[in-house]
């Protein structure tokens, strides 16, 4: 009897051994949670409308954090919540709306984005997640606007001639809200049994709106839709493209 047991354990041995050599990236863990940055370079001023003659190609550095966690539903697939938080300096351009010359109170105006996200990653190779080369699709949602109560428009009007008048446009009471879908190539390396390094690479697209009817409640929604027009480019410029790099945590 104790022959059989004893050739019973070394059996079990040695298929939990085969079956360990099978997936040598699956660290077992269904649960996991991390930090990522987030940057790009950008051109804020980089504007197709008035002609070539008027490109300028100065560049800016995009960053944001991001706070993620996951929970894998297979050894192939995770499920995962991401928190995205940026200050973005977005440019404004002196522009004709109507008969009023907006003129910006300062060429780059602060914004602060939130976005919430919920994204799947799929696993290149079988039996690696949370761990290795990974897919990742997302959407989430976005919300933005100036950040600074003394961010401000003046307003001279230009209507037939007559004597110029100055008054001011502040920020939008409501944040704008817009939707975005991202996609994204990534790399996870584990650094011992419970944590990894993250990297990625990958391209979000916006869709750009009003959806809380911020400019509705406005009687000059021209310069309202002006305002939305400008951060909605700013936010595509900033957040098109990204490389991510962060740290994360094994947890259960």
Known sequence: MKKIILLQLLLFCF?????????????????????????????????????????????????????????????????GFSYYNGKQKTYFKPQYVDFY??????????????????????????????????????????????????????????????????????KPFERYTCFKIGYHVGKTNPIGNNFFIN????????????YQGVLSQSDRSSVNNYLLKNFNKGLLSHNLLEIKLGLGWLAF
């Open 15 to 79: 298929a939990a051994e085969h079956l360990s050599a099978q997936v040598p990236g699956y660290r077992g863990k269904r649960f996991s949670a991390g930090y990522n940055a987030s940057s790009f370079f950008y051109f804020p001023n980089f504007n197709l409308e008035q002609g070539v003659g008027d490109l300028i190609f100065s560049t800016r550095l995009s960053y944001k954090t991001e706070l993620y966690a996951n929970y894998a539903l297979s050894r192939k697939v995770n499920i």
């Open 101 to 170: 010359e907006v003129i910006p109170k300062k060429e780059f105006v602060l914004c602060k984005i939130d976005a919430f996200e919920l994204h799947f990653k799929f696993f290149r190779n079988d039996f690696v997640a949370p761990v290795g080369l990974y897919y990742q699709f997302s959407f989430g949602m976005v919300k933005y606007s100036a950040i600074l109560p003394g961010d401000t428009l003046a307003l001279y009007s230009n209507d037939q001639g007559n004597t110029l008048q100055q008054f001011t446009v502040h």
């Open 199 to 210: 990297t990625a690479i990958g391209i979000n697209i916006f869709t750009g709106g009003d």
